[in-house]
């Protein structure tokens, strides 16, 4: 028997609290795609201002570690942002290469990132 952050307690509270959503017709690619550690999406949503979005990600197990973000739509830019959009830094934007990213986790932590579309 092992602690809760070896279950998969997590993935069993979101499906229950996000009933399936069934649509018809041509099948659309995924928004994002990640590899490495399992993050969680905390919310998706339009910026507050201008034409980009805001995606909230976490680490929900207590590890440490690196996620592989793949966009399925043609990106322009992204870039760390606090809770109220702003970028963290001068240096927040993050390298894309192949429409995608890597981001290093740590336990827990949260990260908001400003999505431009291409």
């Known amino acids: ?15 229950l609290n996000s009933p399936l959503i069934v649509s018809t017709g041509p099948a659309r690619p995924a928004f994002i795609e990640a590899e490495g550690l399992p993050l969680s999406i905390g919310a998706l949503k339009r910026a507050e201002d201008g034409n980009s979005l805001i995606l909230r990600l976490y680490e929900p197990h207590g590890a440490r570690g690196t996620a592989a973000l793949r966009f399925g739509r043609p990106i322009e830019q992204v870039g760390l942002v606090n809770l109220l959009e702003d970028p963290v830094s001068e240096s927040a934007a993050i390298a894309l290469k192949s429409n995608g990213t890597s981001l290093d986790f740590r336990p827990f932590e949260v990260k908001s990132l400003r999505i431009v579309p291409a």
């Open 1 to 15: 028997m092992g602690s809760w952050t070896e279950s998969d307690v997590v993935q069993q509270a979101f499906a």
